[in-house]
């Protein structure tokens, strides 16, 4: 019962067996129950839930269901709500309440989902195992002594635990994909551009992405369907994005004729090697299914991290300097002087690793080393970008894992940032180049979950889910759930 | 050895759209503070900029007006600062690819011909919020109404060789941006912005060390401020010394400037593509059904005013001020055919006249051509006089009567029967014999004596011409 997916939930609501009020309740009930194990929420409304649901029961009896009618919905603590805080778990944003929603939060409630409070992340979404929250980190719920990974950690450990059937996570390296491998769920980041990204606090605006973080691909396709589609007030989302029948795409049970492209640089020394074997193990299921697999090489991979720590961090550098404490946020006691206010305000409401990429981003941007640095990066970043064109040319979709590594321990990376960075080293590059990418779980390393990653063509995010659906379906691991938490909230 | 003074200037000037530059926000003039903002302008967590195309055509309308390319593909980029009335710490500027490049502008030299002066780019940009310290104890206000108002940057080359042909150029850019109806142009509301880059050499050599004087907003200051900094720097390396990079603040009080920061003290902008932003298209198409739609330009206007209407240079520079000015002495002129001359003299001096004493512009203006045009009918065919015509024009500002219907309420016809001023000629005559007898003594200038008191008697109605004639004959005895 608590791993119920949106579609039984769905048509457990549609069949009239429950209610949408009910439904918030259970999943509430374990929030109460288990949060305080994980931390993956950082706020969260009971009440406003509930009035959510209530009303809209009251919809559905007045009007009949919408997409995504009665259906609990966790987001990160990235998306501006109304309702309630947004903090992007950082103190800067100590006391600001945004006077808007993110546009995919005004769609998802158009579409009827119950918002079920934020999620933990780290802070502006700079990590990669929630660590660098200002709520402390959030635990996976596989093995709590480890990370969820990040930085959609809060969203991935909701879903993971059954605090929530889906959320919302971004991912700008990441984010939505790794947390997702190593939690055991699917997680999707769209084509840059489908989704708005309005109202989204931004880290970096030429990478960021919003996407479903779900039980199965299905749920993923629900979602994205609902918050996708051109959006005016955002100039980087597409108006002429073709279309795509998301959940007619989510029926394809076989490969057959399908081009999986297996790229050698995915597939190195120094990974682990449980992971690698699950990976593996997940290609020959594939060619099972009568795809066909075929070897290519994305050369510029191996600079993939070194432009994304070039990129990423310039543009956040500028991204935050709007966390001036002249207009809200954080401000530091006594300032002496504007200059004093500005450095103590942001010295006292930035993480360190905020702090890190700030710098690392000011110094990349700066007048004598933006050429070697930031226009270098660039170049990098069109010739990934051309990597991923011409693979494409003979393959239909890409599959390699999603972390070189399973979930760590809590600590163990935060002393050493570069070998933090290197467990995005397989999901940068689908941000650099704004491709479709999956993550969903195909086998564990030491009893902890491994993530098999699709990249598809721009636009094409219907092939990456047909392909992870026909695999969903030919295997068992999205039904895997760690046992800690499968039993009712109540009962814990 | 003589000094040559070396000048480039900036321009910034702000586009009149009605909203403001990324945002829906109103650019209206002297608001409530903080009224005209939204998340976007105040820079909010997540909130995203979307471009104001209005903006975009007035930009290009400005190019072409200087005969400059257009760039079809332009970008947008962020210049980072903090400062507390710029809410994002960065303005969307354009950097490296300006969407107008390579103009140039046309001045009057002395000698009667032109020089050309050559534009390097115009260039988009979101203007700041304004910070106010003045009359406030240890804290500053900000207002946000203006963070988002959509600027052009307009660079000149280093072309202009006295203050006098900066003004010159500046003039003739103010004149043309408000005549394309780009910018109202209004320095006082700081909507042409000026900052000067000066420098000396002696003839012939390269080009000295140069400073920048910041963001003025009169040309009386602005040429001040340039002469003296020419003059400070020749006595800088005529006393041995180098002229120092610099910004420097203009004092209009004090009438000085000082330093503001040197070179070393320059920020670092990190300029950088704006990701928010797509780079720019415009369609050649686009750019040609702008073209299509420009305006005479006012030095056009001045040359066929002066040709078709047989104007002065002074009046058809007055008359091409504005292309609102000109369209309405052209619609008098089509109300008024038979003397383009007076048509330009009633406007040029008595109806603006009288507006700017109001306080109102043209387009406010209650007497509209057609009823001036029916008062300057009377005058031409000689119904009434001109200090009749003034009168009835003051009253004409007043009430919505046109000028038959006051003639006649006020009785103000002009006398030009003969005989009824033959009859007020012998009447001032006999009231004052002395006079009469000291003109034909020979004292001729009681004449004017004479045509005084006609007028008076006829209470202003009598032809002035014929009261001249019919005088000049009576008289004689």
């Known amino acids: 019962m608590p791993f119920s997916s949106l579609s039984d939930i769905q048509s457990r609501l549609n069949n009239g067996e429950t209610t949408a009020v009910e439904i918030a309740q259970l999943y509430l009930d374990r929030i109460a129950a288990f949060n305080s194990t994980l931390n993956a929420f950082v706020h969260l409304d009971a009440d406003h839930v509930l009035a959510q649901a209530a009303a809209s029961d009251a919809y559905r009896k007045e009007h009949g269901a919408r997409a995504l009618e009665g259906l609990p919905i966790a987001v990160k603590d990235i998306f501006c709500t109304q ?89 700008t390296g990441g984010s939505i994909r790794q947390p997702a491998a190593l939690t055991g769920i699917t997680g999707l980041k769209p084509t840059y551009g489908r989704v708005s990204r309005r109202g989204i606090i931004a880290f970096a605006s ?32 597409v108006s002429d994005a073709p279309a795509i029948d998301w959940l007619a795409a989510c029926e394809t049970q076989d490969m057959k004729g ?133 693979a494409f040319e003979q393959v239909d979709v890409i599959a390699t894992p999603t972390s070189p590594i399973p979930a760590f321990k809590l600590g ?81 | 050895m003589s000094w040559e003074t070396v000048i480039g200037l900036e321009v910034h000037c702000q586009v009149n759209t009605d909203t403001k530059a990324f945002c829906g926000c109103s650019t209206v003039f002297g608001a409530e503070p903080n009224t005209q903002t939204c998340p976007v302008c105040l820079g909010m967590p997540g909130q995203l900029p979307v471009l104001n195309t209005v903006a975009v055509d007035k930009s290009i309308l400005t190019g072409l007006a200087i005969n400059a390319h257009i760039n079809l593909e332009s970008k947008f980029d962020r210049k980072n600062y903090f400062y507390p009335d710029l809410p994002k710490g960065y303005q969307i500027t354009q950097f490296t690819v300006p969407i107008v490049e390579g103009g140039y502008i046309d001045i009057p030299t002395k000698d009667g011909g032109e020089k050309r002066l050559g534009v390097t780019r115009i260039h988009m940009e979101e203007d700041a919020g304004k910070s106010m310290h003045e009359g406030l104890d240890a804290v500053s206000h900000i207002d946000l109404n203006r963070s ?53 050499r002696r003839k ?127 619609s008098l002129v089509a109300a008024h055919p038979s003397d383009p001359k007076r048509c330009a003299n009633w406007l040029a001096n008595e109806l603006l006249g009288r507006l700017k004493e109001a306080g109102k512009d043209l387009a406010d203006s209650p007497v509209s051509a057609k009823r001036l045009a029916g008062l300057l009918d009377r005058v031409g065919d000689n119904t009434i006089n001109g200090k009749s015509a003034k009168d009835i024009l003051d009253d004409m500002m007043e009430s919505d009567d046109d000028a038959d219907t006051i003639i006649e309420a006020k009785g103000l016809k002009q006398v030009s029967d003969t005989g009824a001023i033959d009859t007020i000629i012998l009447e001032v005559m006999a009231a004052n014999p002395d006079q009469v007898a000291g003109y034909r003594g020979g004292k001729d200038k009681l004449m004017g004596f004479f045509v005084g008191q006609v007028m008076k008697a006829s209470r202003g109605k009598a032809n002035p011409g014929m009261v001249n004639q019919r005088l000049a004959e009576l008289l004689k005895g």
């Open chain 2, 148 to 200: 988002g108002v959509p600027l052009m940057e307009i660079v000149s080359e280093p072309d202009m060789r006295s203050a006098d042909e900066a003004i010159a150029y500046l003039k003739q850019l103010h004149q043309l941006i408000r005549f394309l109806g780009v910018s109202g142009g209004d320095m006082e509301k700081g909507q042409f912005r000026c900052d000067a880059n000066v420098s000396v």
């Open chain 1, 258 to 390: 399908l081009k999986i492209g297996k790229p050698k640089e995915y597939f190195v020394d120094g990974m682990d090697a449980a992971v690698r074997q699950s990976v593996e193990a997940a290609l020959q299921k594939c060619e099972e299914l009568g795809a066909e697999i075929i070897d290519i090489s994305l050369p510029n991979t191996e600079h993939a991290i070194a432009a994304y720590y070039v990129i990423a961090p310039s543009e956040a550098s500028a991204n935050l300097s709007r966390y001036d404490s002249v207009r809200f946020g954080h401000r530091c006691d006594n300032p002496e002087d504007l200059l004093d206010m500005y450095t103590r305000s942001r010295d006292e409401g930035f993480g360190s690793e905020v702090k890190r990429r700030i710098l690392t981003g000011a110094f990349t941007l700066s007048s004598g080393y933006y050429d070697a640095y930031y226009l270098k990066a660039q170049k990098v970043r069109t010739l990934i970008q051309q990597d991923f064109i011409q």
């Open chain 1, 83 to 171: 309702d309630g805080p947004t903090r992007c778990c950082s103190n800067i944003l100590e006391g600001f309440e945004a006077p808007y929603d993110a546009h995919v939060i005004t769609k998802l409630k158009e579409a009827g989902a119950v918002l079920v409070g934020k999620t933990n992340m780290d802070e502006f979404a700079m990590g990669s195992s929630n660590e660098t929250s200002a709520f402390g980190p959030c635990r996976n719920p596989w093995d709590t002594d480890r990370i969820p990974g990040g930085s959609s950690g809060g969203s991935a450990a909701s879903v993971a635990a059954a605090l929530t059937p889906a959320a919302l996570g971004t991912d």
């Open chain 1, 412 to 492: 163990e990376k935060t002393d050493d940032p570069l070998t933090m960075y290197l467990s995005d080293i397989f999901t940068i590059a689908v941000n650099l180049a704004g491709l479709p990418g999956l993550s969903q779980p195909c086998g564990f390393a030491s009893n902890l979950p491994v993530g098999l990653q699709w990249i598809g063509p721009a636009w094409r995010e219907d092939t990456v889910l047909a392909a992870a659906a026909a695999y969903e379906g030919a295997t068992d691991w999205s039904n895997q759930h760690p046992a800690e938490f499968n039993i009712n909230g109540g009962e814990s």
């Open chain 2, 204 to 330: 012939g050599e390269p080009f000295g060390t140069r400073t920048e004087m910041k963001n003025m907003n009169s040309f009386r200051f602005i040429k001040q401020a340039i002469e003296f900094e020419v003059v400070r720097q020749i006595e800088i390396i005529e006393d041995g010394g180098e002229v120092i990079q610099e910004s420097r603040l203009w004092d209009s009080v004090k009438s000085e400037s000082r330093s503001m920061r040197s070179k070393e003290e320059a920020h670092d902008y990190r300029y950088f593509p704006e990701p928010d932003l797509p780079p720019l298209r415009v369609s050649q198409q686009e750019v040609d059904a702008i073209k299509a739609g420009m305006p005479e330009l006012p030095g056009e206007l001045r040359k066929r005013f002066e040709a078709e209407y047989g104007l002065s240079s002074y009046d058809a520079d007055v008359l091409s001020q504005t292309r609102e000015i000109s369209v309405w002495y052209e």
């Open chain 1, 206 to 237: 030429s990478l960021d992405q919003a996407g479903p973080m779900a039980g199965n691909v299905k749920d993923c396709a629900m979602i994205t369907a609902a918050i996708s589609g051109h959006d005016a007030g955002d100039a980087t989302s």
